[in-house]
């Protein structure tokens, strides 16, 4: 089910969302098709497991990364990785194992946003 509704509306990415059409954001957005983010969410684990996902926070958290459109839509979610793991190797494992399933700009297009946000 999950495959069915977290997905983009256009797999494609034909057009550039209107948001983007402003001038506060062109050119600097040009051509972007998503926005993605690393959470930390705060887990109980089993004692041998605890090492694994104290990460930067000092406490056990599973790393979890969430693509969205700019209609605030999630178009995908990797979840289960311990919070000792950084964004970046979640990021370049998605791109390998989810390969298929993970939204992509149409060829030549290369623009990727990125932003961190970590909740209290």
């Given at each position: 089910?999950?495959?069915?509704?977290?997905?983009?509306?256009?797999?494609?990415?034909?057009?550039?969302?209107?948001?983007?059409?402003?001038?506060?954001?062109?050119?600097?957005?040009?051509?972007?098709?998503?926005?993605?983010?690393?959470?930390?969410i705060?887990?109980?684990?089993?004692?041998?497991?605890?090492?694994?996902?104290?990460?930067?926070?000092?406490?056990?958290?599973?790393?979890?990364?969430?693509?969205?459109?700019?209609?605030?839509?999630?178009?995908?979610?990797?979840?289960?990785?311990?919070?000792?793991?950084?964004?970046?190797?979640?990021?370049?494992?998605t791109?390998?194992k989810?390969?298929?399933?993970?939204?992509?700009?149409?060829?030549?297009?290369i623009?990727?946003?990125?932003?961190?946000?970590t909740?209290?």
């Amino acid at each position: 089910m999950a495959v069915d509704t977290i997905k983009p509306k256009d797999p494609d990415f034909r057009d550039v969302h209107e948001r983007l059409r402003d001038s506060r954001f062109s050119p600097h957005f040009d051509d972007c098709i998503c926005a993605i983010d690393g959470s930390h969410i705060p887990v109980v684990v089993p004692a041998e497991e605890i090492v694994n996902h104290v990460g930067r926070h000092g406490y056990p958290t599973q790393n979890i990364m969430a693509v969205c459109d700019f209609d605030m839509r999630f178009t995908s979610v990797v979840a289960g990785w311990p919070g000792s793991a950084h964004d970046t190797r979640i990021f370049k494992d998605t791109l390998v194992k989810y390969a298929t399933m993970f939204p992509h700009p149409p060829k030549g297009n290369i623009t990727i946003v990125y932003c961190i946000i970590t909740l209290p």
